[in-house]
C-alpha cells in the first residue's frame, strides 16, 4: 500500500516500530503539505485528536481509508460536524503517544459495514486490533488516565511520593508501568485533555481532573 501518515515526530518514531517496510510510507507533520489524499492508498491520521479539522479533507475523498488517533472525541461526533456526504471513511484509534507501537491497536467503527474495510487494512498492515464502542475516551486511555487522576490525588494528599505510588502500582497490580510513568509516557497535555473529555460528556467524578495535574497542564 501507499501510505501517507499524518504526525508529529514523537508519534512517527513510536509508529516505525512497526513493521511497514513492505509498504510505501510519506511522512507529513500537516496535512496541509498535502497535494491530495487521492494519491494513497491508507490515510494514518496519528494526531488528528489535535487537528480535527483534517476531518474536512477527508470528507473530500470518501474512497480513501483513514486510521485517524481519535480518543478525545468520536466518531459520532465528528460525522455530525463535517459533511461526510458521499460515505464516512474513518476510523476511530488509539493513537494517543506511548500506545501506539503495542501489540493490539484499539479501534472504533461507526457501523457493520467498515468492519470488512477495516479487517482488510490491518490485515495488509499485518497488525492486530480490538473493537471497541465509539465513545470518547475508548476503553483502554479511560482507565489509564483515570488510574493516573488518582495517583496524582494521592501525591496531593502527600500520602506517597510519586516514586513510591509506581514501584506499588508496578509490584501490587503487575502493570507494566506505574501511574506517573504512564503519564510521562503519555504527556501531561494528552492526559488532562483525554480526563477533560470524558468528563465532560459523562459527569462521572472519577474523571474529575486532580488539582495537582490541572497547575501541571496549565504550566505547559
Not at 481509508?65 to 464516512?88: C, D, H, I, R
Not at 457501523?111 to 492486530?128: P, V
Not at 492526559?191 to 504550566?219: F, N, P, S
Request: hydrophobic share 45%; net charge negative; glycine share 6%.
Amino acid at each position: 500500500m501507499n501510505i501517507l501518515v499524518i504526525a508529529d515526530a514523537q508519534r512517527y518514531e513510536e509508529l516505525q516500530q512497526r513493521d511497514l517496510s513492505r509498504h510505501t510510507v510519506q511522512w507529513k507533520t500537516s496535512l496541509e503539505e498535502v497535494l491530495s489524499v487521492k494519491a494513497f492508498d491508507l490515510v494514518i491520521d496519528l494526531i488528528f485528536d489535535d487537528r480535527p479539522e483534517h476531518a474536512a479533507v477527508y470528507a473530500k475523498s470518501p474512497g480513501i481509508p483513514v486510521l485517524a488517533g481519535m480518543v478525545k472525541t468520536s466518531l459520532s461526533e465528528v460525522m455530525n460536524q463535517y459533511a461526510f456526504e458521499q460515505g464516512f471513511n474513518m476510523t476511530g484509534c488509539n493513537f494517543l503517544p506511548g500506545f501506539i507501537a503495542l501489540p493490539v491497536v484499539e479501534v472504533s467503527v461507526m457501523d457493520e459495514g467498515q468492519r470488512e474495510t477495516l479487517a482488510d487494512i490491518m490485515y495488509q498492515l499485518n497488525w492486530e486490533y480490538t473493537l471497541v464502542a465509539d465513545a470518547i475516551g475508548m476503553v483502554t486511555p479511560r482507565v489509564i488516565c483515570m488510574i493516573i487522576n488518582e495517583a496524582y490525588l494521592t501525591a496531593e494528599e502527600g500520602t506517597a511520593s510519586r516514586a513510591d505510588i509506581d514501584t506499588s502500582m508496578r509490584l501490587g497490580t503487575n502493570y507494566p508501568f506505574g501511574p506517573f510513568e504512564w503519564c510521562e509516557r503519555i504527556g501531561v497535555k494528552h492526559v488532562y485533555e483525554v480526563l477533560k473529555a470524558v468528563h465532560d460528556i459523562t459527569g462521572d467524578d472519577r474523571y474529575e481532573v486532580a488539582a495537582l495535574l490541572q497547575t501541571e497542564y496549565e504550566a505547559i
